[in-house]
């Protein structure tokens, strides 16, 4: 059954604060309080946002030509761009974070002694999710920008759906615009400078061409005699074409759009690109992810990347297990119940690699892994990718257990030893996206609910920005003692309290209501897109055995569905729901675990 799920989006049209940087960051903050006061859960800034777009600066080029004063006008140029990661990024983090909102914003990043013109993805706990650098700067930009490459590329997994961002006239590339496609975007950010009356149709194409949402973000810009530099022209286009929102022409907006899900799968009815639409048979296309380095330093022959060439990691989310079964047991239900797991049977055991929180007390296994998989898809016939990788953390010292699939080669590494296997694979040219360090705090744990627990659970059922993503109503006072007195009364009821490193962070239950079992949870505001709902959930699904088990989301609650998707759950059936004391009417998916 289609689920309609709604996500509010913001395009921002406004102007940066020319060579001024901290100025820019705070309108920046302030542009974001405005789209979040219109409840927008992703907010889109133009290209080259941060750090400036110099329309019309020559920076002293012409033909074999470069002048003393084009040269320091690239300086100060230079010293307004921002590092990636670096205090700038964690700032426009701290931002998303208060808000607890998706950012994409264009930057001006610095690295070494070059410029990129790149995009920046943050989730609403302040991560930087993913880093596009342009792949290819249009002509006089290349005097001062440097070129992508093939590994960032990112289309970021988000509860509001994948979003992917490219840069102006990078979207006249068609065969970026099929990787893109390729890899699921479903929120296609078209980050820009262009406010020609080209530009509107260009993304109206790409929209209807790759049947996902477009959120097309203009700068404005005057000069110094207060004309249009760069006038604008953003807008919001649906799967099927249609303008959602926009163009606005000539003033500072930010303008906002409903975006409904289910019109991604009315769309992809008649025409999938990537999918029924294609003929492989007669086209292919082939993207190579990897860094390309100029220079690549080596000590030994076994330190080089397969074929001379370095490979592209990224690090998998999370944590994983390495478990040892008995040779003739049967596979268990929890072995194959997350998002990523491996089982191998031989003659002696059977191996399992699953999330920890899956297994049962009394497993044989080794907890506390990181991993990391190579990017793309490797041909058979490509040699030595595992030596290249183990060799160079081997002589770190370093430990390892390696699997494979069909594409590609999955290494995991002891979460404390995670940081020099990152740094050995770094020094022998190959290069590792994520990688940052991970705490044994950020281990999940569930525990019963306890009463001295309840003034926490009563100060967050009060939130407005949680009640409103849950379209729930809070309870009274004298309503919540007596609802949670009754629960701590009922040993029937599973209600767990959710441990991130100690802290306390949600709830998670089991509980009967009309004849049914069903779950719930509620995760601090500042800590959702973490995947702690989905990791609790699955603990308190190996804890409670019994199905069905029922859940019911408001449709519009794109981010609660996809953790009870992720979890296994299935929608069965989705109604209007009456009004009661803890809910306004809304349409609602009812989901079951069988």
């Not at 627990?453 to 109503?473: C, F």
């Not at 009274?476 to 802290?503: C, M, Q, S, Y």
């Amino acid at each position: 059954m289609t689920t309609p799920l709604a996500v509010r989006a913001a395009v921002v049209q406004a102007a940066p604060v020319p060579f001024d940087t901290p100025r820019t960051l705070d309108k920046l903050a302030d542009l974001t309080s405005e789209a979040a006061r219109q409840k927008a859960g992703l907010v889109v800034f133009p290209e080259a946002f941060v750090g400036g777009y110099p329309k019309g600066r020559t920076f002293g080029v012409s033909l074999g030509v470069r002048t003393p004063e084009g040269r320091d006008e690239f300086r100060r140029y230079f010293e307004s761009a921002v590092e990636v990661p670096g205090p700038e990024t964690e700032r426009i983090g701290s931002v998303a974070r208060q808000h607890g909102v998706h950012l994409v914003v264009g930057v001006i990043e610095r690295a070494g002694g070059t410029l990129y013109c790149s995009s920046l993805t943050f989730g609403p706990d302040g991560s930087l999710l993913g880093t596009h650098r342009k792949l290819m700067p249009t002509a006089m930009e290349r005097a001062v920008w440097g070129q992508g490459d093939g590994s960032t590329l990112p289309v970021v997994d988000t509860p509001l759906g994948k979003i992917g961002a490219v840069i102006c006239w990078e979207n006249y590339m068609p065969l970026l615009r099929t990787a893109m496609y390729a890899r699921g975007v479903e929120l296609y950010c078209t980050i820009t400078v262009d406010d020609r009356e080209t530009w509107v149709p260009t993304v109206r194409h790409i929209a209807l061409e790759g049947r996902c949402f477009v959120l097309s973000a203009c700068q404005v810009l005057r000069g110094a005699n207060q004309e249009w530099l760069i006038r604008g022209g953003s807008c919001v286009v649906g799967p099927l074409g249609q303008l959602l929102t926009g163009p606005v022409y000539g003033e500072e907006t930010v303008l906002v759009a409903d975006l409904d899900r289910a019109d991604l799968v009315r769309a992809k009815f008649d025409f999938d690109v990537v999918g029924h639409y294609a003929r492989p048979d007669v086209f292919r296309l082939t993207v190579n992810e990897a860094a390309t380095r100029p220079v690549t330093f080596t000590t030994a022959p076994e330190q080089v990347g397969v074929a001379g060439h370095s490979l592209t990691l990224l690090e998998v989310p999370g944590r994983f297990a390495v478990c040892k079964l008995s040779p003739g047991s049967a596979v268990p239900a929890w072995a194959t119940a997350g998002d990523v797991f491996t089982v191998t049977r031989t003659v002696d055991e059977v191996s399992v690699v699953c999330r920890p929180e899956l297994v049962p007390e009394g497993t044989q296994c080794e907890s506390g892994w990181r991993g990391l998989r190579v990017a793309g898809s490797m041909p058979f016939t490509l040699v030595g990718v595992l030596a290249s990788l183990t060799a160079p953390v081997a002589r770190a010292g370093v430990g390892v257990f390696a699997f494979s699939t069909y594409d590609t080669d999955y290494l995991l590494v002891k979460a404390e030893r995670f940081a020099e296997a990152v740094a050995a694979l770094r020094a022998a040219g190959h290069t590792v996206q994520g990688g940052a360090a991970m705490s044994s705090e950020e281990e999940i744990r569930l525990r019963p609910l306890r009463a001295d627990d309840l003034p926490w659970v009563y100060e967050q059922q009060l939130d407005p920005e949680s009640n409103r993503m849950a379209v729930t109503i809070p309870r009274t006072g004298k309503a919540f003692d007596e609802h949670w007195a009754n629960v701590l009364a009922t040993p029937e009821v599973a209600a767990r309290v959710i441990l991130l490193g100690g802290k306390m962070v949600g709830l998670v239950s089991c509980f009967q209501k009309d004849d049914q079992d069903r779950v719930g949870y509620w995760i601090d505001k500042g800590h959702w897109g973490r995947g702690i709902a989905s990791r609790a959930l699955r603990l308190l699904l190996a804890e409670v055995t019994r199905r069905p088990l029922f859940a019911t989301a408001a449709t519009s609650n794109g981010a609660s569905l996809r953790v009870l998707q992720k979890c296994g759950f299935l929608i069965d059936q989705i109604r209007q729901a009456p009004a009661d004391d803890r809910h306004p009417e809304c349409e609602e998916a009812t989901l079951v675990l069988r």
